[in-house]
């Protein structure tokens, strides 16, 4: 994926509104992504710091917890999906950690990461996942992102 087209997510998959009812709805429905597609995950739904809705597959490990705590830090610092970041570097010929001199024990750009944005108010929170490789949780991530959002404009329309 280009710079571009990563971009074009962030401008493409903004809600109207997102509440806790939402965050539920959204975590059942990447649950029920990854049983079907077979692949385990822990996800992470949370409004700035608070938790909105947790849950750790059978295969997932402590080590899940920890990218997805190193993956919101890079989002909630930069307001960009934790792949951009990344690949941001990595275009440029250098590397996240090299370019930051962030601590790579607190801030991880790698994909599963992506800001909740609200039409009109900007970004109130993240998405995240934690158990594949980081461009298919990326994937993940904004596929489950861009059926939600659709179904809430369906809902509004």
């Known amino acids: 994926m280009t710079l571009d087209e990563l971009l074009e997510q962030e401008n493409t998959l903004v809600f109207p509104h997102f509440n806790s009812k939402d965050a539920w709805q959204l975590g059942v429905l990447l649950r029920e992504l990854a049983l079907a597609a077979d692949i385990n995950i822990s996800i992470d739904i949370s409004l700035f710091d608070q938790l909105l809705f947790a849950h750790a597959m059978t295969g997932t490990t402590l080590e899940n917890a920890h990218w997805i705590r190193r993956k919101k830090t890079v989002v909630k610092r930069f307001a960009h999906s934790s792949y951009y970041m990344g690949e941001l570097y990595r275009v440029q010929g250098s590397s996240f950690e090299a370019a930051t001199l962030l601590d790579p ?53």
């Open 105 to 157: 024990n607190e801030y991880a750009a790698h994909g599963g990461c992506f800001p909740i944005l609200i039409a009109g108010t900007g970004m109130v929170g993240s998405v995240t996942v934690s158990g594949l490789a980081q461009l298919d949780d990326h994937i993940l991530v904004t596929q489950a992102l861009a059926l939600y959002v659709t179904q809430q404009a369906n809902r509004l329309a």
